[in-house]
């Protein structure tokens, strides 16, 4: 106990050394944050579910970086109460043991990100875009056009061989070039405010050129800048 208690005030020394070093933006998002590494859920198997095809075997310290990035876009939209017996505060552990119930996946770590949106009691829309589908062709102007309607955006990125995703909450300047994007990565254990491509994971961060964007749409969320 004295030790993890040790650990926690490293790790939040770490946070307030890091987050004095965020970064200026034009317009910003107050998405909360969460670590898929959190003290109560990145221990727990992801879609810990009793049917036979439902077990990942994978931990959310490790692959739990979808369902974080979803609870962080619930969470700014409002949704404080998980929706199981007693009402939990919302969380990425939470939403992770809400999901197998739902048959959220056909089985092991997949994540349906539309059967996901019944989670809150909101009425959210659902989207995943490529390029194609997007102004000009480009993810740059859709997100921009999301945040300046109030909507986060989570990416679907590649670094190295690996995928991983993650949550654009806003740019700085004038938002025109994908260096001005700042987003909140799950991989971090702090708040940190990244600016694109240069994610928490090593290598710079690019798109997936398929299906990149991952958009719910619920009540717009009030910038801060």
């Given at each position: 106990?004295?030790?993890?208690k ?12 890091m987050s ?18 959190g003290?109560?859920?990145g221990?727990?198997?992801v ?10 075997n994978e931990y ?5 970086c979808a ?9 700014a939209y ?6 199981t017996q007693?009402?939990?505060?919302h969380?990425?552990?939470q ?13 092991g770590c997949?994540?349906?990100w ?9 009425d959210?829309?659902y ?6 589908q997007?102004p000009?062709?480009?993810y ?13 955006v989570?990416?679907?990125v590649?670094y190295?061989t690996?995928?991983?995703?993650m949550?654009f909450i806003?740019?700085g300047g004038?938002g ?12 971090d254990d ?9 994610g ?5 961060y690019?798109?997936q ?6 958009i719910?749409?619920g ?6 800048a």
């Amino acid at each position: 106990m004295k030790e993890r208690k040790l650990l926690a005030l490293a790790v939040g020394i770490a946070c307030l050394l890091m987050s004095a070093n965020t970064a200026t933006a034009g317009k910003i998002l107050p998405v909360p944050f969460f670590s898929q590494h959190g003290w109560d859920w990145g221990n727990v198997l992801v879609n810990p579910s009793a049917h036979p095809e439902g077990t990942c075997n994978e931990y959310m310290w490790d692959i739990g970086c979808a369902i974080t990035s979803a609870s962080m876009i619930f969470a700014a939209y409002g949704v404080t109460e998980a929706p199981t017996q007693n009402n939990p505060n919302h969380d990425p552990g939470q939403l992770n043991a809400w999901l197998p119930h739902f048959n959220w996946c056909g089985g092991g770590c997949c994540l349906d990100w539309e059967e996901a949106s019944n989670y809150t009691h909101l009425d959210f829309t659902y989207h995943a875009l490529s390029p194609s589908q997007c102004p000009g062709g480009e993810y740059l102007q859709k997100i921009r056009e999301e945040i300046d309607d109030g909507h986060p955006v989570i990416g679907h990125v590649i670094y190295g061989t690996s995928g991983h995703f993650m949550v654009f909450i806003g740019y700085g300047g004038d938002g025109n070039e994908m260096t001005d994007l700042l987003f909140l990565d799950p991989w971090d254990d702090c708040p940190v405010i990244r600016t694109w491509p240069n994610g928490a994971l090593s290598g710079p961060y690019e798109l997936q050129p398929s299906n990149g964007l991952r958009i719910y749409k619920g009540d717009y969320v009030s910038a801060i800048a």
